[in-house]
């Protein structure tokens, strides 16, 4: 159940991290995107300035051929009756050629790029072709608009008069005139479109630049909050993940009280099991010897009756079965062993007693947790809860000092005990047979006393020796140790007693493990009252 | 008060001296009684004097009971071993019921009553069996250089393979069954039976001589079905095969039913072959010399203390069971 949960947890936050990083990838892509966009309107707004450029400089130079046309073709006229100048009448007729040639491809290609600007198109411009979308912003359409306002209706006209030259070398002068006309009239506007056209380009891409880069700082910041709340997002769920391992690390402090609980217990069954026993069995044989003790008191009773109330034949009977009975009870003892077994069976009452005092000082459930107490007598009453998983195979050596009653937590000292004893046991039992030493002392460098557990069991290696207090770590097959026993009995000595915990160990020779504790002797101060007003 | 027997040896052992106390004196004024405070002693004992029943206990310093029992096996196989447990061995216990062979196993604290109930039909078997080993003196001699540690246990040699001794198994899943009958019909003459009463009817129709067997068997309880059958075949050497790991479940299979094995499914095919193996090798040393069946002589010489543990549903299958064997009989 709890695992299904925590799966669909995990695929929810991964969903969430990937929700995220799809923002984030959009936003990344969308500021591409607009990038590739600007670049691609840059393209073609310099490609259009390029067109109007182009096609400024081609009206100039249409304007100007026309003139010249003109005016060489008024001097061509002057001249045109002397037949001594026909010379001269002839380099002008070249020269009205050469320009009005020129006028033409040049009003050919002003046609062009207006035509291109207005609705787009292909254009060739000295030899290169070029592609030039039509000008859609209004703000700058309208003065190609302007333009192309003025030039179509006279377009057909202007570009004609050049085509009907060509074809018969004749100039319709009206037409010409026609043409300056326009042209002198037009010039200055086309030019002055042409430069609004120009300018009015170059500052709606300075605004589209700006556009972008709002978008640009926009899409930034939103993928900063983005980055942002999947950062709070993860750091959430590492928290809950924490507090998650915390939940299950405590559980398994429980179980590992739990754990040392059951072991007590089962110790103290076997213990009291064997007493039991045997009081059991005594009882119920003091109670059969006790029915054939009181069928002879009861002959005997008998008879002491008749006698003190003078039935003298039945007495004769009564004693041979009174003595009959009586010599049986001597024979096999039953007195004696009525009083054996009662003596034993009192024995075994005191044992079943004593066992429920040690494990009240072991687990002193009704005492607070810090208070003054013997080490040497927590050891005592430990032993006697390890007995059963040490009798076998352990051969336990105790050796004393004597030792000033410290401030501790007497219980919690006891599952430390409880825990390197059968850890040892655990070690010894790997080797078959083996000893356990129990050592207490004062150490000479500080204010401490010194409990040594040591075993000549297997040993700890070298390898693992460093991992012993970590929680989790265990030697012991799954579901038999939690793994947790030292590191909550390191955590028990340095943290609730201020004390420290090491161990030495010698594969194949045995473990050392030595408990300082602080000789704490103070109790807080005992008050009456919280605070006492001065008395005057 | 039951008579006394006073050339009845039986043998206590026990590391409390006040165990040893209170026991010597239930039992002094029935039986010769040796007492040992620990395996090696006790041992000892047994070399040098013919014990007829030896009651331990299990947990002692240095040789566990189970241990003890298993080399008095080897010393003097006729010596009934009664086991001694309190609650918390029963997990060790459950690994060493199928190698003690032990006649009962009792609990602390025991009652009275039932302890000389069983020491009592302990005794009587061992009478009966002493007669079979009229060359223990031989035996003595031969074990009694040997140190403790090196004795190891014994079978007579198996007398030679019969090929109309039948492998009856029992197991209500048919795919279970199918699948054992699949492993095992290359090497045995297999019976397959998916009912109690198919076991019945194969029962009375085939000699068998091992049986396998769950306890879970559609919803009827195995134990009882246990009991019918050993109480008309006491020959059958009977393999229990079962999910529950219940070191109680086994102890009572063992004290009530006689049941020579107890594996835990799944089991490997090797360790469940080595177990028919030598369980065949059992029934074979039954049929040679009935007397190694105590627990056939204990029905026979003390009734009343495998009867009272019978159930109503127990009784109601034995005599469907004699029905059957009356139906199809072979004898």
């Known amino acids: ?536 | 008060m039951t008579p006394s027997q006073p050339n009845i040896n039986i043998l206590l052992v026990d590391d409390e001296p006040l165990v040893l106390q209170s026991l010597s004196a239930t039992f002094r004024r029935q039986y010769n009684v040796f007492t040992a405070t620990n395996g090696k002693d006790a041992i000892e004992i047994v070399r040098q004097n013919h014990i007829h029943v030896v009651l331990s206990d299990q947990r002692m310093p240095g040789m566990l009971g189970h241990e003890v029992l298993r080399i008095i096996k080897t010393i003097s196989p006729g010596t009934i071993r009664i086991l001694l447990t309190g609650y918390s061995d029963l997990d060790a216990i459950m690994n060493s019921v199928n190698s003690g062979e032990v006649f009962r196993y009792l609990t602390k604290p025991w009652k009275v009553d039932q302890l000389r109930e069983t020491v009592s039909a302990a005794a009587e078997i061992a009478l009966k069996v002493s007669q079979v080993y009229p060359d223990r003196a031989e035996i003595l001699k031969n074990k009694a250089s040997v140190p403790v540690e090196e004795i190891v246990e014994e079978e007579p040699p198996p007398p030679p393979l019969e090929q109309q001794d039948y492998l009856l198994i029992v197991e209500f899943n048919r795919e279970q069954l199918n699948t054992m009958v699949k492993v095992f019909e290359k090497k045995y003459k297999v019976l397959p039976a998916g009912s109690i009463q198919e076991a019945f009817e194969l029962l009375s129709k085939h000699p068998v001589a091992v049986m396998v067997t769950d306890l879970n068997l559609n919803s009827e309880d195995g134990m009882d079905f246990l009991y019918a059958v050993k109480q008309e075949y006491p020959n059958i050497v009977t393999i229990l095969l079962t999910q529950v790991r219940d070191a109680l479940l086994a102890i009572k299979s063992i004290n009530e039913f006689q049941v020579y094995r107890y594996h835990v499914k799944p089991c490997s095919v090797e360790d469940l072959d080595k177990t028919i193996q030598s369980a065949f090798a059992r029934a074979r040393t039954y049929k040679l010399q009935p007397s190694r069946n105590i627990h056939a002589i204990a029905q026979q010489v003390a009734p009343k203390i495998i009867e009272q543990q019978a159930t109503e549903r127990g009784n109601w299958w034995r005599e469907k069971l004699r029905a059957a064997k009356k139906l199809f009989g072979i004898g």
């Open chain 1, 1 to 536: 159940m709890a695992g299904k949960k925590d799966n669909q947890q995990l695929t929810f936050q991964y969903t969430e991290l990937a929700i995220y990083g799809v923002l984030f990838l959009a936003l990344v892509a969308a500021v591409f995107v607009l990038n590739i966009n600007l670049s691609d309107e840059s393209r073609r707004d310099s490609e259009q300035i390029f067109c109007a450029t182009k096609q400024q400089e081609y009206w100039g130079r249409a304007y100007r051929s026309l003139l010249k046309t003109q005016t060489t073709l008024a001097e061509y006229e002057l001249i045109m009756g002397d037949s001594t100048q026909l010379e001269l009448a002839e380099q002008k007729r070249a020269i009205i050629d050469s320009s009005f040639h020129l006028y033409r491809r040049s009003i050919e290609v002003f046609d062009g790029t207006v035509k291109a600007l207005d609705k787009g198109g292909k254009i060739t411009l000295e030899g290169v072709e070029y592609k030039i979308d039509a000008v859609q912003d209004e703000r700058a359409r309208k003065y190609i608009m302007d333009i192309a306002g003025r030039w179509y209706p006279r377009a057909d006209s202007l570009i004609g008069i050049a085509h009907q030259y060509e074809g018969t070398r004749k100039l319709n002068p009206d037409m010409l005139l026609a043409a300056i006309d326009f042209a002198v009239q037009n010039d200055e506007l086309i030019l002055a479109d042409n430069r609004d056209f120009i300018v009015k380009l170059g500052e709606l891409a300075t605004e589209r630049q700006n556009r972008l880069q709002t978008i640009q700082v926009i899409a930034l910041v939103a993928s900063i909050v983005v980055f942002a709340l999947m950062a709070v997002r993860l750091t959430i769920s590492l928290r809950r993940q924490a507090k998650v391992i915390q939940e299950s690390q405590s559980q398994l402090v429980q179980s590992e009280k739990m754990a040392s609980l059951g072991q007590m217990v089962a110790g103290l069954a076997h213990e009291m099991n064997t007493p039991l026993g045997f009081v059991r069995n005594n009882v119920e044989i003091i109670r059969e010897n006790e029915k054939e003790m009181q069928a002879a008191f009861h002959s005997a009773n008998t008879v002491l009756k008749d006698l003190v109330e003078g039935k003298y034949s039945e007495v004769e009977k009564a004693i041979p079965e009174a003595i009959k009975k009586l010599d049986e009870l001597e024979k096999i003892g039953i007195v004696e062993e009525n009083k054996m077994m009662i003596e034993s069976a009192l024995q075994g009452i005191d044992r079943i007693q004593e066992l429920i005092v040690n494990l009240k000082n072991f687990s002193r459930l009704d005492q607070s947790m810090m208070q003054m107490a013997d080490v040497n007598e927590c050891l005592d009453s430990t032993l006697v809860i390890a007995n059963h998983i040490l009798k076998r195979h352990v051969t336990v050596h105790k050796e004393y000092a004597q030792l000033p009653k410290i401030l501790c937590a007497p219980a919690q000292l006891n599952q430390v005990f409880l825990n390197l004893i059968t850890n040892a046991a655990h070690a010894i039992e790997k080797k078959g047979q083996g000893n356990l030493w129990i050592k207490t002392y004062m150490s000479t460098k500080a204010a401490e006393i010194v409990v040594q557990v040591s075993d000549d069991g297997t040993g700890i290696p070298k390898e693992i020796i460093n991992k012993i207090f970590d929680p989790f770590f265990t030697t012991k097959p799954v579901g038999q140790g939690t793994g947790m026993g030292l590191s909550i009995s390191k955590k028990i000595i340095e943290e609730g007693h201020k004390g420290r915990i090491e161990v030495k160990s010698v594969v194949g020779k045995g473990t050392d493990f030595f408990i300082y504790l602080p000789m704490k002797t103070e109790v807080k101060e005992e008050k009456v009252f919280e605070s006492v007003p001065a008395i005057n």
